[in-house]
C-alpha cells in the first residue's frame, strides 16, 4: 500500500499495548519527556507537549502498521520485525526486550546440530525465520506452526523439536528441553516507515532520535562526585574512564578538592575500589536523566 504525500506534521508512534514492551517503552517515552496519560484505556493517546500520537497494538502488528505508513514509527521486538519480513528502516536498537529465537530439543534427543534435524518436525510461531534458517543450510524440515505454547509440543509428539523465544531458559527447562542453537538475537528495535514523510515529520524524528540517544547515553553513565587530597589528583585522573574532562574544585578545608565526572555505569564499581585506594572519599554516585552532547 502506498500512502498519498504525507502533509502532516503530527507524528504517529506504534508501540505495544499490553505485553513485555509495554512498560519499558512507557518508560522511556515519559523518559524522552513525552507526557500522556490513559494508554491502559485507549487504543490511540495524544501526547500533551510533543506532535506525537500513540498507537496501542499488538506487537505483531507493529511492523505492518510502521510498513504500510500508518504508522511512522514503531517500537518492536527484532524478531517481530524479521518474522514479518517487513520493508522499514531500522533506526535505533534500544537494549531492551532482550531474547533470541533458538532451537530446542528434549534433553535425551540426538537432534543437537542443524544437520541432525533432516526431515524431522519442528513447531514455532516463527515460521519464516525457521524456514529460512534451514533452507540457507541445505536442511530440509517440517514446519508444524503453533500460535503458543510451542515448548509443550515435543511432550505431546507433536514435533520433535521447537524454534522459540528464549530469555533466561527457565521455560525450555521446565519443559525438559535443551537450547542446541541460536537463529536469532533480538531486542526493541525503533522503526520507521519506508514511506515518504513530510518535512515537518522529518524534522521531528531528528529531535526524537536526538532525545532517545541522550536517554541511552544517560542510562548508561552516572554521574560521580567525590572529595580528594590535591596530591592524588593526577592519580584519580588517570583513573577515571570519564567521557568528558573532570570538573575539580577546591574545597573549605586545604590540600582538598572534590572532583566531578561522568563514567560508564559498568567501570563504575572497579573504578571506586581503586579510588578509594587513591585516596578518594565521600564518593557519591547519581543516576542521570538525559546528556547531551
Ligand atoms: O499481545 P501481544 O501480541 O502484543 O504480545 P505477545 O504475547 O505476542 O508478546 P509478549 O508480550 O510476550 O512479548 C513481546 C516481545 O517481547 C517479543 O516479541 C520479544 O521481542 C520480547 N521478549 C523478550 C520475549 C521474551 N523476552 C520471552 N522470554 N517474548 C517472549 N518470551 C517468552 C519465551 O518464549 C518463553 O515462553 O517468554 C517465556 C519465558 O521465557 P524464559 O526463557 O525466560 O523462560
Ligand atoms: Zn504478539
Same mark, same amino acid.
Given at each position: ?35 500522556? *496519560?490513559? /494508554? ?11 506532535? +506525537? ?16 505508513? +500508518? ?5 518492536? %521486538? ?25 532451537? @530446542? ?20 510461531? /516463527? ?21 503458543? $505454547? ?13 524454534? *522459540?523465544? +528464549? ?23 525503533? !522503526? ?35 572529595? $580528594? ?18 570538573? !575539580?574544585?577546591?574545597? @573549605? ?25 587513591? %585516596?578518594?572519599? *565521600? ?9 547531551? $552532547?
Amino acid at each position: 500500500m502506498n500512502r498519498s504525500l504525507d502533509h502532516t506534521t503530527s507524528l504517529r508512534i506504534a508501540i505495544q499495548k499490553s505485553g513485555r514492551l509495554t512498560d519499558k517503552t512507557i518508560d522511556l517515552l515519559h523518559g524522552i519527556g513525552i507526557e500522556f *496519560d490513559n /494508554y491502559k484505556r485507549n487504543l490511540m493517546v495524544k501526547t500533551r507537549n510533543f506532535d +506525537v500520537e500513540l498507537l496501542l497494538l499488538r506487537d505483531d502488528d507493529i511492523p505492518e502498521y510502521v510498513q504500510d505508513g +500508518v504508522c511512522d514509527l514503531g517500537f518492536v %521486538g527484532a524478531n517481530e520485525v524479521f518474522e514479518k519480513n517487513t520493508q522499514v528502516t531500522v533506526l535505533r536498537g534500544l537494549n531492551y526486550g532482550n531474547c533470541r529465537l533458538a532451537v @530446542a530439543s528434549p534433553k535425551d534427543s540426538a537432534l543437537v546440530n542443524p544437520s541432525d534435524f533432516e526431515g524431522k518436525k519442528i513447531a514455532t510461531s /516463527y515460521p519464516y525465520l525457521t524456514k529460512r534458517f534451514f533452507e540457507n543450510q541445505g536442511i530440509s524440515i517440517e514446519m508444524v506452526e503453533i500460535s503458543g $505454547a510451542v515448548e509443550i509440543t515435543p511432550q505431546l509428539h507433536v514435533a520433535d523439536a521447537i524454534s *522459540d523465544l +528464549v530469555s533466561t531458559g527457565g521455560t525450555l527447562k521446565a519443559n525438559g528441553l535443551i537450547e542446541r542453537f541460536t537463529l536469532l538475537e533480538s531486542e526493541t528495535k525503533l !522503526i520507521q516507515t519506508q514511506q515518504a514523510l513530510s518535512e515537518g515529520k522529518q524534522q521531528l524524528i531528528q529531535k526524537f532520535l536526538q532525545r532517545i540517544d541522550g536517554y541511552q547515553t544517560a542510562k548508561k553513565s552516572r554521574y560521580i562526585l567525590m572529595n $580528594a587530597p590535591l596530591d592524588s589528583v593526577e592519580t584519580i585522573k588517570a583513573l577515571l574512564p570519564s567521557m568528558k574532562s573532570p570538573t !575539580i574544585m577546591p574545597l @573549605a578545608e586545604t590540600e582538598m578538592v572534590a572532583i566531578h565526572s561522568v563514567i560508564p555505569f559498568d567501570q563504575f564499581w572497579d573504578v571506586m575500589e581503586q579510588l578509594q585506594d587513591a %585516596g578518594a572519599s *565521600d564518593i557519591v554516585m547519581l543516576p542521570i536523566e538525559s546528556m547531551i $552532547a
